[in-house]
Nanobody, 115 residues
Framework: VQLQAFGGGLVQAGGSLRLSCAAS????????MAWFRQAPGKERSFVAA????????NYADSVKGRFTISRDTAKNTVYLQMNSLKPEDTAIYYC?????????WGQGTQVTVSS
């Protein structure tokens, strides 16, 4: 299984970025796909998740109303649209895929929000 995250970069506060996580190597129909982030000196924390089948989503309180997670099942890709970015959103963002007994992580992509 491979998860490749990309789309990070440097953006000013109030700006937007869209992260992508391209998944390959298996069928993900029974998986929950998620984004986590890790800021310098902090633990990795949950951002958002989506069920591959059905599309149910949930979000961390800190990003509700600003971030949107979605997936394109034809492209095997999960997205994280990030709007109204704040300096405290600066972190390395990771995607993962999990189901009972399985957990896969992709490499991170850096998001830096300047004030």
């Amino acid at each position: 299984v491979q998860l490749q995250a990309f789309g990070g970069g440097l953006v000013q506060a109030g700006g937007s970025l869209r992260l992508s996580c391209a998944a390959s190597g298996r069928t993900f129909s029974s998986y929950i796909m998620a984004w986590f982030r890790q800021a310098p000196g902090k633990e990795r924390s949950f951002v958002a998740a989506i069920r591959w089948t059905g599309g149910n989503t949930n979000y961390a309180d800190s990003v509700k109303g600003r971030f949107t997670i979605s997936r394109d099942t034809a492209k095997n890709t999960v997205y994280l649209q990030m709007n109204s970015l704040k300096p405290e959103d600066t972190a390395i963002y990771y995607c993962n895929a999990r189901r009972v007994g399985k957990l896969y992580w992709g490499q991170g992509t850096q998001v830096t929000v300047s004030s």
